[in-house]
């Protein structure tokens, strides 16, 4: 029997090493999903008491992202910014967002999201959007001045 355990053991092993390098390969030939862009699509000045178009476009690589999980705009004048929540609590959700005024965008194609909003006091307001898309999120600001 212990001839026999001698011979099988380099085949055991040569068997275990082809499967651990083939497990390895792929693993390695699965890519990691590429990153959402975001491009801001917010005019620099708006008036006072005028409906504005607040828009980004999204996109993965080269293409459009029309099924994004959450798109919402936090819209406040940059002297009243909202308090950020504490490092314990971390991320707030789509509900707690809304809670606090963020407006939920429309998706109107081609990977832009949009939210009208009237401006009713001049100021400068900051305007930043809530992307979460699979387990991406991204929060980019633009700032618009309201005369």
């Not at 092993?13 to 082809?18: A, E, P, R, S």
């Not at 390098?21 to 862009?37: F, K, L, Q, V």
């Not at 006072?48 to 178009?53: F, L, P």
């Not at 308090?83 to 998706?107: C, F, H, Y």
Request: with cysteine; glycine share 8%; charged share 20%.
């Amino acid at each position: 029997m212990k001839g026999q355990a001698r011979w099988y053991m380099p085949l055991i092993i040569l068997i275990l090493f082809m499967t651990g390098c083939s497990y390895t390969e792929g693993s390695a030939s699965g890519e990691m999903p590429e990153m959402i862009r975001v491009k801001m699509m917010i005019p620099d000045k708006v008036k006072v008491s005028e409906e504005a178009a607040l828009q980004i476009q999204l996109t993965q690589g080269e293409q459009p992202v029309n099924d994004a999980d959450h798109v919402q705009f936090q819209i406040w004048n940059e002297q009243n910014e909202p308090e950020a929540p504490s490092i314990e609590k971390g991320m707030m959700n789509a509900d707690e967002l809304e809670a606090r005024g963020a407006v939920k965008a429309s998706s109107v194609g081609d990977g832009i999201y949009e939210v009208k909003h009237t401006f009713l006091e001049p100021g400068v307001y900051v305007v930043q959007a809530h992307v979460t898309s699979g387990a991406m999120h991204t929060m980019p600001r633009a700032k618009v001045v309201v005369e």
